[in-house]
């Protein structure tokens, strides 16, 4: 049988991760009475034709990127790649660490709150435990702190480096359960990829 990972070798390791993570992912299901087309996390594209989704974004960022030292300009042009790549989002972009709190980086979407404290909301949580955070149902989130009203599903990917975290990517989509494991594996695929650039001072 095809195994679409197996062409992928960087995100087939990145999902293998995430799957063994999983019992450390904080993944807030959607209750049982919820409709049915909700329940399935993933967007309406096969798990091979995501992986491939995935493999030419990075490819895409990784190229923008190249050579470009300014920190806002690399932000930017990825939150806008990001966000135009992947369907059903509402927003997509950066929080950067600056103290004991995240700040608003570039982004694509409605405007967004400001600072967030290291610990606080699916950001300031997901930075502190330096773990990515996959929330299918944000109303089901302790803490989760309100953007858009829209927002029904969220997925932050901090933003590591060997001793630090820079801060982190985060993807609001207006679907409970829109993002799964290979949403995860890539966008951490991504944030290993970025922070080799030049994304924040
Ligand atoms: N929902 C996030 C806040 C940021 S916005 O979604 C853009 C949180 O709870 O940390």
């Known amino acids: 049988m095809h195994d679409p ?16 993570r999983a019992g450390g992912t904080t993944t807030f299901t959607l209750g049982a009475s919820a ?15 995501k992986v491939a989704l995935y493999q030419s974004l990075s490819e895409e960022l990784d190229a923008l990127l190249r050579g470009e030292l ?3 300009a690399n932000a930017a042009n990825a939150a806008a790649a990001i966000f135009h790549s992947l369907p059903e989002l509402n927003w997509a972009g950066f929080y950067f660490l600056q103290g004991q709190e995240l700040v608003l980086g570039p982004f694509q979407g409605k405007p967004a709150c400001v600072r967030i404290p290291l610990g606080k909301g699916v950001c300031g949580t997901a930075a502190a435990e330096r773990r990515s955070l996959l929330v299918a149902d944000v109303h089901q989130f302790p803490g989760h702190i309100a953007c858009d009203a829209d927002s029904r599903s969220e ?3 901090p933003l590591l480096t060997a001793s630090s975290v820079l801060g982190v990517l985060d993807l609001d989509s207006p679907r409970p359960g829109r993002f ?4 995860q594996a890539g966008c951490e695929a991504i944030a290993a990829m ?6 924040s001072h």
Do not use: M, Y
């Not at 990972?5 to 999902?15: I, K, V």
């Not at 799964?180 to 949403?183: A, G, K, R, T």
């Open 155 to 157: 997925l932050v990917v």
């Open 5 to 20: 990972l197996r062409a992928t070798p960087w995100l087939r390791a990145a999902s293998e991760a995430a799957v063994r």
């Open 194 to 199: 970025l922070v080799q650039h030049k994304l």
């Open 180 to 183: 799964d494991v290979i949403d």
């Open 70 to 72: 300014d920190p806002v």
């Open 35 to 49: 409709p049915a087309e909700f329940a399935a996390g993933g967007f309406a594209l096969e798990g091979g034709e």
